[in-house]
């Protein structure tokens, strides 16, 4: 199947256009973007003319930030195109909710994509909570934004979601794996004096469930969720890629690079049952924080 990818930055080029050349089942046929472009693809700046020239291409894969993404999405699902979302879907729920009923209304697919979900251990931690009682649960997510987001002003930006850029990705297996839904009753967020977006976000759920947003962290970097049952605990490490049941290694392998291709595969897959995939939980969560959330000050931040 032929796709067209929009927005050719750090995530396009680290992981979706591996991606999509390693799959036997997708061609990258072309892509849209103001700068990037990616050698030997057919190369737009201006996506309207991406649209009208090549009906050839019925998926549209959307890996700019999510405030222009909706734009984009829409214009596609009008053209008749299927639509794949990087995460956080959109800059508002609403508008994604849109976009879910523009693509219903055409029979059209609109996957909302979360890569954390594909992560190794995931799948296997969502079948050994599946039927037990959770008694408490923590996230820690703290990382060095500077490596991971070098100079991209966006994410500080109204919108950008700060923290919770990465942050959501935690929510995304935490809503995956938990056998009964959780609630928001408490965050405490902390913005940059400089800056429209929070660094850092402590955030307390129902079920004693808990997570530790940080992006100041230097040296080491930690991705783990621990989970607590009567029948013993879990725990995710290395943004779910590895999986320990009661503190013993017990499944998944430390590297993200499957993520990617699973989520083309499932898109694939969607396309050819003629379903979408939307999920809307871990933004859920994020909203909610930032309505409920008490803001301090932080010291400014520049990258
Ligand atoms: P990025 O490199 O800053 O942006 C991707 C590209 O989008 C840019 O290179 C730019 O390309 C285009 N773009 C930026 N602002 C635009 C605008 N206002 N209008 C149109 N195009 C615009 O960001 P990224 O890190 O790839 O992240 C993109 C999405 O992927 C985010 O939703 C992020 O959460 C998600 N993601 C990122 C990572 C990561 O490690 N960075 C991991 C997983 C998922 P042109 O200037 O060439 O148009």
Known sequence: ??????????IALDQHVPAITAAADWEL???CSRHGAVEGVAAYSDFAALLAERPDIPVISLCLPPVPRFAYAAAALQAGRH???????????????????????????????????????VEPARAWLAGKVVTAARITWREDVRKWHPGQDW???PGGMGVFDPGINALSILTHILPAPVHLTGAELDFPANRQTPIAARLQFSGGVSADFDWRQTGPQT???KVETPEGSLALRM??????????????ADTIMGEYPALYARMADLVARGQSDVDLAPMVHVADALTLGRRNTVAAFEF
């Open 239 to 252: 943004g779910g890629n590895r999986l320990e049941i009661d503190g013993e290694p017990a499944g998944g």
């Open 1 to 10: 199947m032929k796709v067209a990818l929009v927005g050719i930055g750090k």
């Open 155 to 157: 994410v500080f930006e």
């Open 223 to 225: 991705w783990d969720i």
């Open 83 to 121: 639509v794949m979302l990087e995460k956080p879907p959109g800059a508002t729920l609403a508008e994604v909710h849109e976009l879910q009923a523009m693509a219903a209304a055409r029979g059209l697919t609109l996957f909302t994509t979360w890569h954390s979900r594909m992560a190794q251990a």
């Open 29 to 31: 046929a072309a892509t």
